[in-house]
């Protein structure tokens, strides 16, 4: 297999704030990786495809000046979600494959983010 | 476009024995993947199994085999001698035009 990180696993902010998620593949290069957002006992979502030295593809309905892709490595995307609300608290997961498109992702372990 | 289709919300099996979850898939593309995953109440999100559209072998690995049955678009996940730690959300996916799409996921519970 391959290993992906996310930190924090948790946080929570006030509302307003600008929070970080980390996501690196540990062993491996990414040039690709996905942000999934995921609401209790619901499926994964797609957000964003994030694509390392150019722009990130936001899935319709994402808006994308609130989350704030950035893949400046073949190892790390982080994801910023801007002026959080509490409508923004959910479960935010990374996932990046190894090789080629269609091979095997790979997912962090998860970012459970609350926002008061 | 892509569509994962997971009928069961929820399912019950006793430990020891088999258990099948569904999944039916929609996709014009020729040439996809399926994948069956397993998360844990930790949110983890553990790969199990692969099947490749033009595979002629369904795929299997340890407890977990796949039963892919193309003209039926269907990809049901099959675990022998349930584990209690086998009690997850199973989810399956689609790979296509660049990215996974997921099903709404069946709850498994394990009984000892």
């Known amino acids: 297999g391959a290993v992906v990180s996310q930190h924090p696993s948790r946080v929570i902010c006030k509302s307003g704030t600008s929070v970080k998620i980390e996501c690196r593949s540990l062993?491996?290069?990414?040039?690709?990786m996905f942000w999934y957002r995921q609401f209790p006992k619901k499926s994964l979502m797609l957000m964003a495809t994030s694509n390392e030295g150019s722009k990130a593809t936001y899935e319709q309905g994402v808006e994308k000046d609130k989350f704030l892709i950035n893949h400046a490595s073949l190892t790390l995307s982080t994801l910023t979600v801007t002026s959080a609300h509490p409508e923004d608290s959910s479960f935010y997961i990374c996932?990046?494959?190894?090789?080629?498109?269609?091979?095997?992702?790979?997912f962090g372990p998860g970012t459970r983010l609350l926002v008061l | 476009a892509q569509k994962i289709t997971q009928t069961q919300p929820g399912m019950f099996v006793q430990e020891k024995e088999a258990v099948t979850l569904d999944c039916t898939y929609d996709?014009?593309?020729?040439?996809?993947?399926l994948f069956w995953y397993k998360q844990p109440s930790s949110g983890e999100m553990i790969f199990l199994i692969y099947?490749?559209?033009?595979?002629?072998q369904n795929a299997t690995e340890g407890r977990y085999s796949l039963n892919f049955q193309k003209a039926r678009k269907s990809a049901n996940l099959v675990i022998s001698a349930s584990q209690l730690g086998d009690s997850a959300m199973y989810f399956c996916a689609i790979h296509g035009y660049g990215k996974l799409t997921f099903g709404q996921g069946t709850i498994l519970t394990v009984h000892p």
């Open positions: 996932s990046a494959h190894k090789d080629h498109p269609g091979e095997t992702q790979y």
């Open positions: 996709t014009s593309d020729q040439s996809y993947g």
């Open positions: 062993d491996f290069q990414a040039t690709t």
């Open positions: 099947q490749g559209s033009y595979d002629e």
